[in-house]
């Protein structure tokens, strides 16, 4: 909002991928997969615990309060 600045509009990024075997590169050998699920930027929390909620999985979010 300032002078100089860049505003990127992610509203429209809405992309939610769900991995049931996900395991991280260069983990240990034999590591076993876990669910996971990658988030794009546009994503708003409820629309992630509706999509989770699908999935019969549960995430933890945070909520603030001002």
């Known amino acids: 909002m300032g002078?100089?600045?860049l505003m990127i509009w992610t509203h429209?990024?809405?992309d939610i991928v769900?991995?049931?075997t996900f395991v991280a590169t260069?983990?240990?050998k034999g590591t076993k997969g876990q669910?996971?699920?990658t988030v794009?930027?546009?994503v708003q929390?409820?629309?992630l615990y509706d999509a989770v909620f699908t999935q019969n999985h549960t995430i933890v979010g945070?909520?603030?309060s001002i």
């Open 40 to 42: 794009a930027a546009g």
């Open 12 to 14: 429209y990024m809405k």
């Open 45 to 47: 929390w409820g629309q």
């Open 35 to 37: 669910p996971a699920v």
């Open 3 to 5: 002078n100089g600045s």
């Open 26 to 28: 260069n983990a240990p």
């Open 18 to 20: 769900f991995d049931e």
């Open 62 to 64: 945070a909520s603030l």
